[in-house]
């Protein structure tokens, strides 16, 4: 196509309002050339308008797509590092999960009292405290004892709740007592209303030996690192 008619056809998108930008890119060339061009042409308040509505779009756009970008470069780098995570740790030894197991229990579990309790709503945590339990402390699948918490707005779900809690605990309905549901004022809705399964209360029974012996060793873990030097 000669300059000429690229000069034509210039000016004559831009006076049905087409941007700089979009012209220069349809006709492959600059936009320099484009506004030279169409500089004497006046375009009008409804061409205007359109012409920055289309402006506001596209940043819109393209800021979605940074941020599609910087989330997928976020999960790539989780990914990794949680490949590297399981090749550094490598296998877990008895010692090891006794003193996770204690890790846990320090921070989510019932320090008070003469019974063993442990709250937690991650079923992976879940699974990890019961098999700290049994492998640990000889803790038997019929001394266990469970129930859930969970806001009131979920009172329709109560089956559903204990079916997936039964599941991850590989456990029947049978080992749940009635679920806490907890009066909160807050009426908001979510998203994820359905996938949300509340937090699960692991008990154990007639655990008061349990509880002591637990107890002591949580007392021994924090005891021994007391005697650990603090790095500069």
Known sequence: MAKSKEHILARRLRG???S???IARLLGVSKSSVSVWCRDIVLTINQIDNLHS???IGGYKGRLKGARLQREKREFKIRNYEKLG???IGSLGSRDLLLLGLGLYL???NKSGNKFQFTNSNPDIIKLIILWLKKMFGIKKKDFVFHVMINQAHRSRDEKLKKYWARITNSGMSYFNKTVFIKAK???IYQNFNNHFGTLVVRVKKSSDLQYRILGLC???VEKSKLMKMPA
Do not use: L, T, Y
């Open 16 to 18: 049905r309002g087409k």
């Open 20 to 22: 700089i930008k979009n």
């Open 54 to 56: 289309q402006s506001v």
């Open 86 to 88: 399981v090749k550094n």
């Open 107 to 109: 921070g989510e579990g």
């Open 186 to 188: 807050n009426k908001k």
């Open 219 to 221: 007392f021994g873990v």
